[in-house]
């Protein structure tokens, strides 16, 4: 069985002087995870691995750089599920831990398969994950773009004349990552984490840490995960609905482009991306925005990245 991972960096608008950045962040974390999978190590430990190198890249909206609350805070979300046992865990509306995919992966363990906000919090600790403060999370690119649409906002609710386009519209976007990594057993392992979406509701969360939604994973038919607006990607349960996709017999390049075309065609505005693998290590990949970071790799051949 051959290994193999892909990688995604976020399926939006990347503003052509964040391109080369994004690449190289997605090329680290393909990196991370395959010396774990060329190591002899599980992809459940790749896709940690590689997830975590991007948490810790602020030019990500995942970990430390994610986009700020309307309350300007940082909330997190991750989950990773195994297509082998077809355990998953995942974890939402976190405030104080600074990798999510690694808390997401006490969860998988179990008996819980999602923990939420406090809750998440007190089992990380258990967990021996140390808490942070917020502030940690955030960088000051993402301080500044919260600014101004905290500015703009009031401005537009005292003067309802004013309609002009945010520029910050332009730079900012669903930057979710994620990664799914098949290792010299056969195991297949999904996962992903954000930040969400810029200037979001505190408590929203979007597709990533729901099953099915942000991702899925059956070692018998592949695995998927999604990236965008969360809120039209969970309405149409677009990872299920690929992985069904595989299961009718589609290729999994074939697969992502069907299941993007739905997105649009059954969601008004439905926007973002997709990476697929199928159990015997074929890709596939497919957005609708104007850029999705990814890089994959799979045996001995060699690495593709883009945007």
Known sequence: MPIAMIVHGGAWAIPDNQVDAHKAGCRAALHA???VLAAGGTAL???????RVMEDDPIFDAGTGSVLT???SVELDAALMDGRTLRYGAVANLRHIRNPIVLAR???NGPATMLVAEGAEQFAQRCNIALIANEELIVERERLLWQQRRDT???IRTSPAQTAPLEMEAVVGHDTVGAIAIDASGSLVVANSTGGTPFKLPGRIGDTPLIGCGLYADIHVGGCVCTGWGESIARLAMARRTVEYLERGFSPQVAAETAVRQLA????GGSGGCIVISPTGELGLAWNTRRMAYAYRVGGGPEYFGV
């Open 265 to 268: 065609h059954r969601v008004a």
């Open 33 to 35: 995870g395959w010396q």
């Open 153 to 155: 906002s009031v401005a």
């Open 70 to 72: 309307s309350e300007g």
């Open 45 to 51: 430990d790749a896709c940690v691995a590689a997830v």
């Open 106 to 108: 006490e969860v998988l």
